[in-house]
């Protein structure tokens, strides 16, 4: 018998574009980019985050062993 992992990781990494995220947060309270803030910003990122992760999880994760090891799926 093969020896099996002791934890497997499943990862999925999404990366936001804070510029985009400023000119959106601009256009929608019609205020100057000077005036948005890091909780302005992490709000629309949780929204998102609460979408994108609940969804198509199988399209973009990685499983991996405790050590890194990808393991495929």
Known sequence: MTELPEKINAIKTITY?????????VGENDIRPDEIT???IMDKIEDWVEEDFAHDVADVTIYQDENGTEILA
């Open 17 to 25: 574009d804070v510029a985009g995220i400023v000119e959106s947060l």
């Open 38 to 40: 890091i909780d302005m």
